[in-house]
């Protein structure tokens, strides 16, 4: 037995914000787990603070999946991104306990390598056809095999994913949530543009992909993937919200571009009917957002059965903490697509040091004992909370949308 001790919720700015679970035993070992919930960091931290930390003290850190179930089933209240947010912090910290006094990597604990590295995309981001090309190209000559494109929409003063800072893109901007605009005709025109000069200027040897950010009807959707079919995007991401799961039917009735969804998912029971009826190809639920490595190992079991993959999320707002745990996670499933990467701020990297690193589109977790990620109490205690929220999206006869 290896007794839970103490733990203690970090909250830090560097750059942007993140919670951090460090949890303490008593052999001295201690793990990491995140808790960000970009927009709602605050809510995660008082739900680990007040309602999981106290009854996490005296319990024996190896019974991952007995403390697991008892927070998930113990919590009347189930589900939701807080409630799962929380969990996967002590999910994660709990296996980085476990790496460490196994004294191996977290990854050979979940069977082993499948693949010698896990194969990364980067955001290339501009306001023109011409600028988000150049970024592309910018990637593809530093080793990236894959490539998300998103440009402008002509006529809308701001677009998803396009931002000022070329290299980083934090949609999380402001004290009070900014406003957009947005027109899906407009949107609808560009994109084929866009995805025919990618192909002509960028070739055919790199994975080419678009995020729609939850903005069409399913049959817009449908429509825009026809239109793409002939560029081959490796896959078109949240075309349509997906409470509704039977929406994809309708997109997968008129389209072949593989579909990908899932960074908002929080359970298994997000994704089942879409797994299930293989009306995905690609499925985005990450470790932070979706109960951690634990529950995230369920889902991508659910998945293999029906040739799906995984794709996970892997912007800026997931800490480092949770970009060590994807990797592992990633390099030891069969069922592995494709992991998104945002480099994080210097500040960010400096505050959470890490063994995982980039050579030749791949990213591996490293050798490190457990997660390979630690924290710098000190300087994350330099960069205090700063609220920031995401944006809100309205249509251009100002009508609430989604964003």
């Not at 052999?27 to 927009?39: E, F, H, R």
């Not at 319990?59 to 939701?80: S, V």
């Not at 994109?191 to 399913?218: M, N, S």
Request: glycine share 8%; hydrophobic share 40%; proline share 5%.
């Amino acid at each position: 037995m290896i007794k839970i001790t103490g733990a203690k919720v970090i909250v830090t700015c560097p750059g942007r914000n993140f919670v951090t679970l460090k949890i303490e035993t008593d052999q001295g070992v201690y793990g990491l787990g995140d808790a960000t919930l970009n927009g709602r960091e605050l809510a995660v931290a008082s739900y680990l603070t007040d309602h999981v930390i106290p009854c996490l003290i005296g319990r024996d850190a190896h019974r991952i999946e007995d403390i697991w179930q008892f927070l998930y089933r113990g919590a009347y209240w189930r589900r939701g991104p807080v409630t799962m947010s929380a969990i996967a912090a002590v999910d994660m910290a709990l296996w980085d306990i476990k790496g460490k006094v196994a004294g191996l990597p977290l990854y050979q604990l979940l069977g082993g390598a499948s693949r010698d590295g896990v194969m990364v995309y980067a955001h290339a981001n501009g306001v023109s056809i011409e600028e988000t090309l150049e970024r592309a190209e910018h990637y593809i000559a530093q080793g990236y095999k894959a490539v998300r494109l998103q440009s402008g929409v002509p006529g809308l003063k701001s677009t998803y994913g396009v931002s000022k800072d070329k290299d980083r893109y934090e949609p999380a901007d402001a004290d009070i949530p900014s406003e957009n605009l947005w027109s899906t005709e407009k949107y609808l025109r560009s994109v084929p543009a866009l995805f025919e000069a990618g192909r002509e200027k960028l070739g055919w040897d790199v994975h080419l992909l678009h995020d729609i950010h939850h903005r069409l009807t399913p049959i817009e959707a449908g429509r825009l993937g026809k239109d793409l079919e002939p560029y081959r995007p490796f896959w078109l991401e949240d075309a349509t919200p997906a409470e509704n799961q039977a929406n994809f039917r309708l997109i997968r009735q008129h389209t072949t571009s593989p579909l990908a969804v899932g960074e908002v998912f929080n359970s298994i029971w997000d994704c089942k009917q879409l797994i299930e009826e293989q009306l995905i190809d690609y499925i985005r639920a990450t470790v932070v957002h979706a109960g951690g490595i634990t529950h995230l190992r369920r889902i991508a079991g659910l998945a293999d059965l029906y040739n799906v993959r995984t794709g996970c999320h892997g912007a800026t707002d997931l800490s480092p903490v949770c970009m060590g745990a994807a990797l592992h996670f990633d390099l030891s499933v069969p069922n592995f697509g494709v992991q998104e990467y945002m480099h994080h701020t210097e500040e960010t990297d400096a505050v959470f040091p890490h063994a995982y690193s980039y050579a030749d589109g791949m990213l591996h977790p490293g050798e490190a004992p457990g997660l390979g990620v630690d924290i710098d109490e000190a300087l994350a205690a330099k960069y205090p909370y700063r609220r920031a929220y995401l944006p809100v999206n309205r249509l251009e006869d100002g009508s609430m949308y989604n964003w």
